[in-house]
Structure formats: C-alpha cells, structure tokens
C-alpha cells in the first residue's frame, strides 16, 4: 500500500464487552440474552449498528476497525450484524480485558493497514440523541489533531447530575484555542468518590465519554511510556500479523493479560508532560448516555416515551429521529 501524504481518518468501535449488569434487564425487556451492544432497544437498529453509523459519517466504512469478542460469535444476532463488515475491519478478541487491550488490538490492525491515520475512537454501548450535531463534534477534534499533531483530543459532556460511575475530565477553563473550543485537561478522574464528585463538576470537569480522536502513533507512543509492558505484548502482535504466527501470538498475549483500563490504569497515571498532549472538546446540545447500569437505560428510555416502567410496557417500533422530536430533552 502505498503511503498517504495526508492523514487518513479512521475509526475504531469498540464492542467487546459483555455487558454483564444490563443482561438481567435486557432478558425481562426484550426476551433476549445479548451483550447488550447487540440490542435494539429503540427502532430497529442495535446499538452497535448506531455506532456504525454514526462513524460511517464521518468515514468510509473499509476505514472503521469494530472489536469483538470471540464468545460473542455464539450468537446468530451477533453473526448477522458483523456480517455486513469488510472481514479485515472485524478484529476478534480471544477475551475480553477491558478497554486498555480492547483499543490496542484494533489499532494494531488499523496501523498494519493505514499507518499515516488519524483516528477517533467510538464506544459501541453508548446513547447518542442529536447524532449530527455529535458528528460535527468528532468533526472538530479531527481538525484539532490535524493541527496539532501531537494532541489527543477527548469528547466531553457537561454533567446533569452527580454521576458516580462516570468518569470525569477536569479542563483547563483559561486555555482555549481561538479557533477551535478545544482545552487542555488538567485532571482525569475515573468513578471519583461521591463527597468529591459535586466539587469536581464546580469546578467545571465534563463527564468522559471515551470518545477521542488522536494520530496513531502519537497514542501508541504515549503507552509505550505508560504502560510499556502492555505495548511490548501488542508489539508481538503487530509483527505477527499477517503470518501463520497470527493467532498462536494472540492467544499467547492474551494467555498473560491481565485486565487494563484505559481511562483508571492509563489515563489517570500519566505525568505531567504526557497530560500536556490531552485536550478536550465540550459538546453542547447533545444529549449523551453511556447505558452501563439498568437505571440509565430504562430513565433514557422513560424520556423518550418507550418504557412505562410501572406496568412493564416496552415499545420500539419508533425511529430513533421520531421518539427525539416528541420527547422534551
């Protein structure tokens, strides 16, 4: 392949998960047992179809890298909604450890095939309501990075409420680009205690949506100083591809992982010149959630009118576009 002169833009959805929490109330809901990626909770697309194609707005989709797990092929839902993929953007863990090897291996996939890339990282468990409106968001950061080649540019939300299990970026409020609203961060703090989260938000931190845009090596640098054992395994990885080693490697590698993740074990650890490189990008006027907890969904779900929780009532036949112009956010 031969090299590009400009950076290519990427992207990276993340689906490897299990979602263990929300089984229960996916099996009551729905009737179905699903990670709950995989689920149409509303319309008729499952929320990893939704990261499809928020991403695919942004790129074409031979440029979008989607990490499974194995396990997960067991299921024909999940079969049929991979199917449609370009097989070498499909990158299947043996096992899920987390996000810190969950955004590692599709990279090294992505770096094999485009390695002058820019890349913005999608969580595929995540709610997104103005979803054009977020994709000029991820526009934004995309710019930034061009510009800046050396920044890691995050997506944050202003929080509505004390949020316990969120993580949180506190930004530098004085620094701000004149062309573009992007600001250095000052602290990440992953699911902070519960007598420091309402001082943080006074502060002004944003609620981490793990939405971020970054060159790649710019990324895998940065973990190599952090985390320089994590990068060393995915180095092995890296060579291997390709070759009749490829799947003994990864095995091997993921054999001797231990669980990593990216935002506790990376991000909040990094020293003072590598925090210089993060920034972030406030989104205004979008309506954001990540669905890790039951009571995030079914209070999501409530606002849109799709669930009277009271008598059990679960509806989806509407269009996501459609529940969003009747619902007051």
């Not at 400009?6 to 993340?14: F, M």
Request: overall charge neutral.
């Amino acid at each position: 392949m031969a090299p590009t002169l400009w950076p290519l833009r990427c992207g990276v959805i993340l689906a490897g998960g299990e979602g263990k929490r929300v089984r229960p109330l996916i099996c009551k809901l729905l009737g179905v047992d699903l990670p709950k990626q995989y689920v149409s909770f509303i319309g008729t697309r499952s929320m990893l179809q939704h990261a499809f194609c928020r991403a695919e707005r942004l790129m074409p989709k031979e440029r979008i890298f989607t990490v499974v797990a194995r396990d997960h092929f067991k299921y024909p839902e999940v079969r049929r909604q991979i199917d449609g993929r370009l097989p070498h953007t499909v990158v299947c863990q043996p096992t899920n450890r987390e996000t810190g090897p969950g955004i590692l291996l599709p990279l090294m996939h992505l770096f094999k095939h485009y390695p002058n890339s820019t890349v913005a990282v999608f969580p595929s468990d995540h709610f997104v309501l103005q979803e054009e409106l977020f994709a000029n968001y991820v526009r934004q950061a995309f710019e930034a990075v061009e510009r800046h080649p050396a920044k890691i540019v995050f997506l944050g939300v202003k929080p509505t409420d004390p949020e316990i299990e969120y993580g949180y970026i506190l930004p530098d409020n004085q620094d701000a680009d004149a062309a573009l609203p992007v600001r250095s961060v000052k602290v990440f703090l992953e699911k902070p205690e519960p007598q420091i989260v309402s001082q943080i938000i006074a502060l002004g931190a944003l609620w981490n949506t793990m939405v971020m845009v970054f060159r790649t090596e710019i990324l895998l640098h940065l973990i190599s100083l952090s985390a320089p054992d994590l990068y060393r395994s995915f180095q092995r990885i890296f060579q291997a591809l390709g070759s009749s080693r490829e799947s003994w490697t990864m095995e091997r590698v993921y054999e001797g992982l231990e669980p990593m993740d990216f935002s506790k074990d990376l991000l909040e650890g990094l020293d003072v010149y590598s925090r210089n490189q993060l920034s972030v990008v406030a989104m205004e006027g979008v309506f954001w959630s990540d669905w890790g907890s039951e009571n995030r969904i079914l209070s999501v779900l409530e606002r849109l009118k799709r669930l009277d929780r009271a008598s059990g009532v679960f509806s989806r036949d509407m269009d996501p576009l459609s529940a969003a112009m009747e619902a007051s956010l």
